[in-house]
Nanobody
Framework: QVQLVESGGGLVQAGGSLRLSCAAS????????MGWFRQAPGKEREFVAA????????YYTDSVKGRFTISRDNAKNTVHLQMNSLKPEDTAVYYC?????????????????WGQGTQVTVSS
C-alpha cells in the first residue's frame, strides 16, 4: 500500500509560480510511474503531467507544455510539479497519483494510488 501526500498548493497571482511536491511512502517508489491530475469545480478530473518509472519518460497535457515541469527524486521518494506562468484556468485541486504502468500513464484509470489533493488558486 502506497501513501501519497501532496504539499505546496496555495493562492498566487496570474503569472506567478508554485512548486507542488508529493511524498510517497509504503512502496518501492522507483518502480512506480507518477502523475499529476487536477480537478476544477464542476469539471472532471484531468491529466496534467506524468513521469514513468525506469527511463523516466515525461508527458504533459497540451495546456501546460512550456509552463509546467515534472520531476522525481527516487532517493527521496518524491515527485514535484514546478508550475510557472500560472493562469486563472489552472485553478483546481491537484492530485498526485502512482501507477505500476509504464504506458498509458496519461489516463487516471491506470493509477492505483492517489493523494488527498492540494488546492491551487490563481487570481487574475
Amino acid at each position: 500500500q502506497v501513501q501519497l501526500v501532496e504539499s505546496g498548493g496555495g493562492l498566487v497571482q496570474a503569472g506567478g509560480s508554485l512548486r507542488l511536491s508529493c511524498a510517497a511512502s509504503g512502496g518501492r517508489f522507483s518502480t512506480y510511474s507518477m502523475g499529476w491530475f487536477r480537478q476544477a469545480p464542476g469539471k472532471e478530473r484531468e491529466f496534467v503531467a506524468a513521469i514513468t518509472w525506469g527511463v523516466g519518460n515525461i508527458y504533459y497535457t497540451d495546456s501546460v507544455k512550456g509552463r509546467f515541469t515534472i520531476s522525481r527524486d527516487n532517493a527521496k521518494n518524491t515527485v514535484h510539479l514546478q508550475m510557472n506562468s500560472l493562469k486563472p484556468e489552472d485553478t483546481a485541486v491537484y492530485y498526485c497519483a502512482a501507477s505500476k504502468a509504464i504506458m498509458r500513464v496519461t489516463t487516471s484509470d491506470h493509477y492505483d494510488y492517489w493523494g488527498q489533493g492540494t488546492q491551487v488558486t490563481v487570481s487574475s
